[in-house]
C-alpha cells in the first residue's frame, strides 16, 4: 500500500490542523495505521494509532485529549485532528501502515512496513 500524507502547514499556539494519510493501491482494511512525528535532531516519536478491525485508537501521552485519530468508511483516508497546538508539536508527521502489529507494539517504528512521505506541522510561539 502507498500512503500519501498531506495537511501540515503553519499554525500558532492553541491553532488547529487536520492531517489525511490517504492510501492507494488498496484500502486500509485489515491495517493498523498510526502517526509518528520527528523534530530535527530528535528520534521519530509516535504520536496515535488507530486498529482497523475494530477501530480501536491509542495515543501517545504528549497528544492525549488534544489530538483524535480517524478513518472514513471508504476505508481509504486516516485522519489526524490536531488541536491546542503548542510549539514543542513542531515536527515532520509521517503516516505509516501495516497489517500485523500487535498492541504492544503499536508504538514502534520498526514494526511498520509502509511509510508515507511526511507532511510538515510549524507552530509558532
Known amino acids: 500500500v502507498q500512503l500519501q500524507a498531506s495537511g501540515g502547514g503553519l499554525v500558532q499556539t492553541g491553532g488547529s490542523l487536520r492531517l489525511s494519510c490517504a492510501a492507494s493501491g488498496r484500502t486500509f482494511s485489515r491495517y493498523t495505521v498510526a502517526w509518528f512525528r520527528q523534530a530535527p535532531g530528535k528520534e521519530r516519536e509516535f504520536v496515535a494509532a488507530i486498529k482497523w478491525s475494530n477501530s480501536a485508537t491509542y495515543y501517545a501521552d504528549s497528544v492525549k485529549g488534544r489530538f483524535t485519530i480517524s478513518r472514513d468508511n471508504a476505508k481509504t483516508t486516516v485522519f489526524l485532528q490536531m488541536n491546542t497546538l503548542k510549539p514543542e508539536d513542531t515536527a515532520v508527521y509521517l503516516c505509516?501502515?501495516?497489517?500485523?502489529?500487535?498492541?504492544?507494539?503499536?508504538?514502534?517504528?520498526?514494526?511498520?512496513?509502509?511509510w508515507g512521505q511526511g507532511t510538515l506541522v510549524t507552530v509558532s510561539s
Open positions: 505509516a501502515a501495516d497489517s500485523g502489529i500487535i498492541v504492544t507494539s503499536l508504538a514502534l517504528a520498526q514494526q511498520y512496513d509502509y
